[in-house]
């Protein structure tokens, strides 16, 4: 798939979630190709300002990891990604309108201001439905994308959209039965 083709489904990957990068986060999306592996998936993506750099960034919740991508004109690209088990905590403030977030790794603090308040909210729900899943739902990518599968059918029959045949059926065609 060329580098092209890969960014368009990126955008495509945003739409669908809702998700509408503004002007500034245009230049850390086009990166985005040569960051994800060829089968990682978006779960969520906030932007906002480095606290420490106060350069404009992208944090991005990925089905496999949580990914921080700087890029600035004169100071080149400056990715960094952190496996979900290695988080420690993740936490967010809103104020008026806008938020922050702040993720603790290890020893390292990751902090991000000027987040959309709704947004922040949302990204650390997100990221901590992967951080209290086990190890084990990292180690096979492909995998997890069945379990992510798996989670939604199961979703869709407690909320009465899908019946237990039409959850059963659905299961059975996704486990490859």
Known sequence: MSERSRLDEI????????????FFARK???????VLS???KIVYLVEGRSKATKHHI?????????????????YGLKVEDFSYDKISSIQYETAL????????????????DGVGKYEAELFCEKVRDFMSRPKEYFQNPSQSGTLIQLE???KLRESGV????EFTEQKRKLLGQ
């Open 58 to 74: 992208i944090l991005v919740a990925t089905d496999r990891r949580l990914i921080f991508v700087d890029k600035e004109f004169m």
């Open 38 to 40: 060829k089968n990682e």
């Open 152 to 154: 939604q059918l199961g």
């Open 11 to 22: 955008k495509e990957e945003l739409e669908k979630l809702d998700i509408n990068p503004t």
């Open 162 to 165: 899908l019946s237990e045949e």
């Open 97 to 112: 309108l806008l938020g922050s977030i702040d993720i603790h790794v290890s020893d390292d603090v990751v902090a991000i």
């Open 28 to 34: 850390e999306i086009r990166e985005l190709p040569d």
